[in-house]
Structure formats: structure tokens, C-alpha cells
């Protein structure tokens, strides 16, 4: 991923974030700003209006000199919490009492961030994203614009592609005219189908023992969709069979596709 999508993936995973207890909500809510990119650091002007709440900044980046197509890019999570009812601050900081241990509501800033912590540090290629990420710094949590808003700070480098990139699903394996491939089902764990702008798989079949780079003009369509598995008819000695992943960073609901993956290892396979 380049920093744009990596940022944008981010933001999916804080999303996602649920509290570690049976049927836990989610930690931020779905109100505006809540889970957001922001641009510098938040002052007293720029405070979301719900709690708690989680702000992406993306910093400078630095150009790896021996590759030039990968950037070491730095990000910062900055996580608040208000806890009313604590004239010391005391509360925004370990939590107060809570009406329900599955909410977010009277939770302490060392309890969201920790979830936070958890959450990006996750993030070692099984998204799509060819990066490492490591935490390199956490700030001290500190008050905001006079109020008890505890906020903590993560600092993060991601070593992150300068162009953007598609992840390919991998591990194709024809077997019995069925032909399977990791890559998650839609929704769930996977390098492809975990990413934030996955839309659907497309597998095509063509003859010859080489696969085609380009889905739009060559072979025959098996199908399509979120599973990662397809029948293959009529198997025969011959036929190559490629899985693409294809991608829409605006809208995953939509047929239309912005971008799909490579031929990459293990993302075809040849009938013996």
C-alpha cells in the first residue's frame, strides 16, 4: 500500500475495533469524526464531538535511497477520552464506573489506547500491504483546551510503496476440477479481502501454460465474488487458471473497479 491507502486502512481496522468481551461493541462509534485522517495536531477547535475518539496524522516520509519504489512513512495515532465527573482528571485517564462492561462509555484513555495499540500493530502484510509497521514512540497522555480530554499519542513508521498498490490472491491450487486460493472471505482475515477497497475475486481460464496480466481482454470469465474457491468445468490439460483481486477505494458496494491485482506467484495455476 502507498501512504494514502495505508492511512485509509487504518481507519477501516480503528473502525472495526470492538471491546474484548463477548458480543463488545465497537470502541468508536459511528459519528461523524469519531475514526477520522486529520491534517497536524487538535486543539480545543478541532475536538470531535463524540468520545472516545481516534485521529489519523499522517507525517513527513522519507524515500528509501536503495529502493525508490518504497517509502518509510511515519503516522500518528492520537486517541481522547472525556470522563465527566472527576475534577482531578483521574477518570479520563484509568476510567470510572461503567453502565456496561461491553461499551466504551466511562472507559479510561490507557483502556482505548491500549485497543488501539493492538489494532495497528496487526498491520504486517496480511491486509494487502507489503509493510512493516512499528511503533516507535508513545506520548505521554495529556489534557486538551483546558478540559479533562486525556489524549495519547502512537507514533508509527510504515515502510509503504511509493506507487499504489493491489494485493494478488496467492496459493492457487487446482484439485478435482476445483481450484481454491487464500486470500479471506469478504469481510474477514485475509491479505486481499481484508483490505478497506476489496470488491470481489474474478477468475478466468485461458489455454496455454502462461497466464495473461490483463483480465479486461483475455481468457474466459468463471466467475466472480467474495469466496474463495471456484468449479472448473471441463477441466483440461492445457488451461491456465488466474485469480484476480479487484479493488474500488470509494465505494465497496459498487461493480465498478478502480483498480485489480497483478500476476503475481501463486496466483495462477496451470491443469497438469
Known amino acids: ?17 470492538v471491546w474484548p ?43 528509501d535511497p536503495d529502493h525508490p519504489e518504497l517509502i518509510e512513512q511515519g503516522f500518528s495515532i492520537l486517541t481522547g477520552v472525556e470522563v465527566a465527573g472527576d475534577p482531578l482528571g483521574e477518570f479520563a485517564m484509568i476510567g470510572s464506573s461503567v453502565s456496561t462492561i461491553v461499551g466504551s462509555a466511562g472507559r479510561g484513555i490507557l483502556e482505548v489506547a491500549s485497543r488501539v495499540r493492538a489494532a495497528v ?38 515502510v509503504c510503496t511509493s506507487a499504489l498498490h493491489y494485493a494478488a490472491p496467492q496459493a492457487a491450487v487446482e484439485s478435482g476440477g476445483t481450484l481454491t486460493w487464500a486470500g479471506g472471505n469478504k469481510g474477514g482475515a485475509g491479505h486481499c479481502a481484508g483490505r478497506f477497497d476489496f470488491i470481489q475475486y474474478r477468475v478466468f481460464e485461458e489455454s496455454g501454460s502462461t497466464p495473461s496480466s490483463d483480465p479486461a481482454t483475455n481468457g474466459t470469465l468463471l466467475g466472480g465474488g467474495a469466496v ?31 483498480g485489480t491485482s497483478g500476476v503475481e506467484i501463486g496466483s495462477w495455476r496451470a491443469k497438469a
Open 121 to 158: 500493530q496487526d498491520l504486517t502484510g496480511d491486509d494487502g500491504a507489503k509493510v512493516l509497521l512499528s511503533s516507535t514512540s508513545t506520548g505521554a497522555p495529556e489534557t486538551l483546551g483546558g478540559r479533562h480530554i486525556a489524549v495519547d499519542e502512537l507514533g508509527l513508521t510504515a
Open 21 to 63: 468481551v463477548t458480543s463488545g461493541e465497537v470502541v468508536f462509534g459511528s459519528q461523524q469524526g469519531q475514526v477520522s485522517v486529520f491534517n497536524g495536531r487538535p486543539d480545543e477547535r478541532w475536538i470531535p464531538p463524540a468520545f472516545p475518539f481516534a485521529m489519523i496524522v499522517v507525517e513527513s516520509g522519507t524515500p
Open 228 to 258: 474463495t474457491s471456484a468449479t472448473i468445468s471441463g477441466a483440461t490439460s492445457g488451461n491456465v487458471y488466474t485469480v484476480f483481486a479487484d479493488y474500488n477505494e470509494r465505494d465497496t458496494t459498487s461493480s465498478s473497479i478502480s
Open 1 to 17: 500500500m502507498n501512504p494514502q491507502q495505508m492511512a485509509q486502512q487504518m481507519k477501516k481496522e480503528l473502525q472495526a475495533v
